[in-house]
């Protein structure tokens, strides 16, 4: 998420009330998680098995719980806790906005496109030309779809990241602030679910088709022209190339990527990441080859052990 002007590193340490080493005039230009960071960005981190991979990030400014040496060219706000500092940060930059009514005054809808009832549209939600939204749809906040896109009826874009933090007291949920961005001419079946990025965004690039009841989590990427069959989960912070198939009740894994027109079959279980253009089945899923050998072998294994216990 990049902020609306630059900050000064000082200007930031008064909102959370922390610290800071660096000069106080260093320029801050938005948040991100650790994946997506840029120069100009803060990234936050709480636990010392990641400090290294943070403080060598991009991110120019670093909020942690521990005064460590500051890299050069980098600048570092000390919180006792960076996790609620940094939904702090979020609630200022990106507060709630209450709906008053069902289609906000500042969503913008492109000509030719039809809006059926009981959609709800957020505030500063862009829609483009020729679309069809079918009823009981919600497009949170800030959600962008271009031109031709069909979202048939109960499907929820821009809901929030299922991202905790374990506390003593219960769960600590961090805050959403990106977006859902679809591109031109992609197809969402009914009842699905896109959320949106923790600071950046869930993408569903040209021309890809989705089933009925598939999820896509936070800051996952999906290519252009793919297709996702119904019952599909797919975790947070996934790339999944250009024209991938993945068919019904496939499971994927946080930050996997998926290579380009891989085809993974129906009940698979991504761990792992998969390299392009090969078809995979299985859980933990192998190329479908290797995978339907296995199942041969184990179903001729009782007869082997037979024979063996025969001699």
Request: proline share 3%.
């Amino acid at each position: 998420m990049k902020f609306n002007r630059t900050h000064t590193l000082y200007e930031i340490s008064q909102l959370i009330n922390c610290e800071f080493i660096g000069n106080k005039n260093f320029p801050v230009k938005g948040m991100n998680e650790i994946h997506v960071v840029e120069e100009g960005d803060i990234v936050f981190v709480d636990h010392p098995k990641y400090y290294d991979k943070a403080l060598n990030s991009a991110a120019t400014i670093i909020l942690i719980n521990k005064k460590v040496d500051c890299p050069k060219g980098k600048a570092l706000l000390i919180s006792d806790d960076p996790f609620r500092d940094f939904n702090k940060l979020a609630d200022h930059f990106k507060p709630f906005q209450q709906l008053t009514k069902s289609i906000a005054d500042s969503a913008v809808i492109g000509s030719g496109t039809i809006i059926q009832p009981n959609v709800v549209i957020g505030e500063n939600v862009s829609i483009g030309k020729n679309c069809i939204i079918h009823p009981n749809v919600v497009l949170y906040s800030n959600t962008i779809i271009g031109d031709n896109v069909i979202i048939q009826a109960g499907t929820i874009l821009g809901g929030d990241a299922f991202y905790y933090k374990k506390r003593p007291e219960g769960y600590d949920r961090l805050k959403s602030s990106g977006r859902v961005i679809i591109a031109n001419d992609v197809e969402i079946g009914v009842s699905c679910t896109i959320d949106r990025g923790v600071t950046g965004d869930t993408t569903i690039k040209e021309g890809t088709k989705i089933d009925n009841q598939v999820q896509i989590a936070h800051d996952t990427i999906i290519g252009k022209k793919c297709l996702i069959a119904s019952h599909t989960g797919i975790a947070g912070c996934v790339v999944v190339e250009d024209e991938v198939t993945i068919w019904g009740q496939v499971g994927i894994t946080s930050g996997v990527t998926i290579g380009h027109k891989a085809v993974i079959l129906a009940q698979s279980g991504v761990t792992k990441d998969l390299d392009g253009g090969k078809t995979y089945f299985g859980s933990p899923c192998e190329e479908a080859r290797k995978k339907y050998r296995e199942l041969a072998g184990i179903r001729v294994l009782p007869e082997i052990i037979e024979k063996f216990n025969n001699i």
